[in-house]
């Protein structure tokens, strides 16, 4: 039986459908790109905006545009939205509490249909572990309940992995695998509720000699004492995502996000410090309810100063059942301008921070090749297209930076 896997959102959305795919896999279920060729079509879905909402919406109707007779499972944060929605016809619906129902659910299909062939693994699980970076996710929900954030209803408290199995994890990977992420709902708490903490598991992971990052995190975990020991690790890649979503520290009271901007600041100020070369990129909300102009400007100016490598730009969409859905309402229009502000700063600060390392030379993950070269990530998480005469690995190699191309670097290997 063939299963199509359609994953939106976040990393650890990512890693829970290759966990999916995995176990599928495992129990003799075909992995197919096709949707009209699909048995069923598994939605892992997210709730984070409404627009994500929608695009979940979108993909039911395509897939059954696509192809009518394929059973249509929604799982991940969305789920309960889409539950909601009667309009969306015939959907199986799995919210947190029900998710480890799909198995049982997709064999039961599969019994029913006798007079087809079962499929063998194919495919694309090859193409999977021909990848030579993975996401883990070591931690999942989040006590934070910021004002316009459904995800803390939708995956519920938070929840780390205990070290040991994700050190097990990690160790059972092929060694094609030369860069893991660790990542997680509310990455900077991972451990608080088993007694460990992230700094404690960076440290175990980085002795498995295996190449790792963190994805987002919030600005609290950034102190003198956690940078330290992130400096004494071999294995660390130096990018840090700090999550800033907005500049105005009354936007940011409101929004239930306990730093001010100026804190904020300040911890950028000691990776810097920590870290000669780290990058920092961020997330920013833009036309939160009840951001003024001036709360905007404030934005703008905290982007200026920190100059982040790459700013992830989300306008506000009012999430049902949050605090924030409360607050009136600013227009589309208002809220577009202010987008099209932020990307020109982001961009031109990106621009800026990517033509300063022409000339230099950056360790890059080569991890696919098309018609302009190889594409890589160097340690600072730039993406790079590299030019070599001589065929590459997917693997690590120094790049000579030569240029610039659209928020991408162009790098040369010689003599590899
Ligand atoms: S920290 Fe805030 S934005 Fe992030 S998942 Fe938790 S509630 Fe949502």
């Known amino acids: 039986m063939k299963i199509k896997i359609i994953t939106l959102g976040c990393k650890v959305n990512q890693y829970e459908s290759e966990k999916i795919k995995e176990n599928l896999i495992k129990n003799n279920f075909e992995i197919t790109n096709d949707t009209s060729a699909a048995d069923a079509v598994l939605i892992n879905s997210c709730a984070v905006t409404n627009m994500a909402i929608k695009k979940v919406r979108y993909d039911i109707s395509l897939s059954r545009r696509k192809n009518a007779g394929a059973k249509i499972f929604v799982l991940g944060c969305g789920a309960d939205e889409i539950s909601k929605n009667s309009s969306l016809g015939q959907?199986?619906?799995?919210?947190?509490?029900?998710?480890?129902?799909?198995?049982?659910?997709?064999?039961?299909?599969?019994?029913?249909?006798?007079?087809?062939?079962?499929?063998?693994?194919?495919?694309?699980?090859?193409?999977?572990?021909?990848?030579?970076?993975?996401?883990?996710?070591?931690?999942?929900?989040?006590?934070?309940?910021?004002?316009?954030?459904?995800?803390?209803?939708?995956?519920?408290?938070?929840?780390?992995?205990?070290?040991?199995?994700?050190?097990?994890?990690?160790?059972?990977?092929?060694?094609?695998?030369?860069?893991?992420?660790?990542?997680?709902?509310?990455?900077?708490?991972?451990?608080?509720?088993?007694?460990?903490?992230?700094?404690?598991?960076?440290?175990?992971?980085?002795?498995?000699?295996?190449?790792?990052?963190?994805?987002?995190?919030?600005?609290?975990?950034?102190?003198?004492?956690?940078?330290?020991?992130?400096?004494?690790?071999?294995?660390?890649?130096?990018?840090?995502?700090?999550?800033?979503?907005?500049?105005?520290?009354?936007?940011?009271?409101?929004?239930?996000?306990?730093?001010?901007?100026?804190?904020?600041?300040?911890?950028?100020?000691?990776?810097?410090?920590?870290?000669?070369?780290?990058?920092?990129?961020?997330?920013?909300?833009?036309?939160?309810p009840t951001e003024t102009d001036a709360d905007f400007r404030e934005t703008l100016a905290v982007a200026e100063k920190v100059k982040f490598a790459h700013i992830h730009i989300f306008p506000y969409s009012v999430r049902s059942g949050t605090v924030a859905e409360k607050f009136k309402q600013l227009t589309p229009s208002v809220i577009t301008a202010r987008v099209r502000e932020l990307t020109e700063i982001a961009n031109k600060i990106e621009t800026e921070i990517l033509s300063a390392h022409v000339g230099k030379t950056l360790t890059c993950l080569i991890e696919n090749k098309n018609q302009s070269g190889y594409i890589g990530t160097s340690a600072e998480n730039f993406d790079v297209i590299i030019k070599s005469e001589t065929p590459l690995e997917l693997d690590f190699y120094a790049a000579k930076i030569i240029g610039v191309s659209w928020k991408k670097l162009i790098g040369e290997v010689k003599n590899a």
């Open 91 to 288: 959907v199986v619906v799995l919210n947190k509490e029900n998710a480890d129902k799909l198995l049982n659910l997709l064999t039961e299909m599969r019994l029913n249909a006798q007079n087809r062939a079962v499929a063998t693994p194919q495919g694309k699980f090859e193409q999977n572990h021909t990848r030579n970076r993975y996401f883990i996710k070591v931690q999942d929900g989040c006590n934070n309940f910021c004002s316009y954030c459904i995800v803390p209803f939708a995956r519920g408290r938070e929840k780390s992995v205990p070290i040991a199995d994700v050190l097990t994890e990690i160790s059972a990977l092929p060694e094609t695998i030369k860069e893991v992420v660790l990542t997680g709902i509310n990455l900077s708490n991972y451990g608080l509720d088993i007694g460990s903490s992230l700094a404690e598991l960076c440290a175990e992971v980085d002795k498995l000699g295996r190449k790792f990052r963190l994805s987002s995190l919030e600005q609290h975990i950034i102190t003198p004492k956690f940078l330290s020991e992130l400096t004494r690790l071999k294995n660390f890649q130096p990018s840090f995502h700090l999550c800033l979503q907005s500049g105005s520290d009354k936007t940011l009271r409101e929004m239930n996000r306990h730093y001010t901007a100026a804190e904020f600041i300040a911890k950028t100020k000691l990776i810097r410090e920590a870290f000669k070369n780290a990058t920092i990129s961020t997330d920013i909300i833009v036309g939160f």
